[in-house]
């Protein structure tokens, strides 16, 4: 059973572009989470999402930031028009579905996002 | 919401020795508390984890410790080795207000250094 995944591993963008980093949840996860970390810093929580539903956005900036988990594919998080304090590394994280939201989260590689 | 905070920052031990890190919380509602190891560059490890219905949870050299009167819960790593050092992060995780929605908040961390 192949663990939490996420593309790419290492992402550079210029200030301005757009990044997308993909999540592809453990199988039989239907739960997506998303955190960011910030060198020498705990994980922030970002956004909670179902498949086609965003539960809970509350740790997502108001502006520039977005993520999806479609039926089908990736959960994707896109930070539109990136700033340099936008470099940090992303995690996602993925719970199973019959357990809900209490149940242990196997986090991915990460995506370290770096803006020039 | 939610608050963790997590001492000591660092830790440095010598090899065989014990290493306790304590974490505290604001909600008393939670009722999910995951310890993850994270070593340099790599995804966070859950490595154990307590749900208010147990005091306890011990898995070999590893032990945590939930005080829910007093909010608060301890990682003990006992017969410590060099693979050990990593960054440890404790969570809790509660119900966040409004409808359906949840989120693990993290601690800072504590850097423990296992001295040979």
């Known amino acids: 059973n192949a663990g939490v995944m996420q593309n790419p591993r290492h992402l550079v963008r210029r200030r301005g572009q757009e990044a997308r980093l993909r999540c592809s949840p453990m199988k039989g996860h239907s739960h997506v989470y998303w955190y960011r970390q910030l060198p020498e810093e705990g994980l922030k929580f970002m956004v909670y999402?179902?498949?086609?539903?965003?539960?809970?956005e509350s740790g997502m900036p108001k502006e520039r930031f977005s993520a999806e988990f479609p039926k089908e594919g990736p959960s994707i998080l896109r930070i539109q028009q990136v700033v340099r304090g936008d470099s940090a590394a992303y995690f996602c994280?993925?719970?199973?579905?019959?357990?809900?939201?209490?149940?242990?989260?196997?986090f991915g590689p990460g995506t370290r996002l770096l803006v020039l | 919401g939610e608050n963790v905070e997590q001492h000591p920052s660092t830790l440095s031990v010598q090899e065989g020795d014990s290493a306790v890190i304590k974490c505290t919380y604001s909600?008393?509602?939670?009722?999910?508390f995951p310890w993850y190891k994270q070593e340099l560059g790599k995804r966070p490890q859950l490595i154990i984890d307590?749900?208010?219905?147990?005091g306890e949870k011990k898995d070999q050299r590893i032990a945590v410790t939930l005080n829910k009167t007093a909010k608060h819960f301890s990682l003990h790593i006992t017969e410590t080795q060099p693979e050990d050092s990593a960054v440890y992060f404790c969570a809790a995780w509660s119900a966040y207000s409004g409808a359906g929605s949840y989120q693990l908040t993290f601690g800072k961390g504590t850097k423990l250094s296992v001295i040979p």
């Open positions: 999402l179902q498949k086609e539903n965003i539960i809970d």
């Open positions: 307590i749900r208010s219905n147990v």
């Open positions: 909600d008393s509602a939670s009722n999910y």
């Open positions: 994280a993925s719970s199973p579905r019959a357990g809900g939201p209490s149940e242990t989260q196997y």
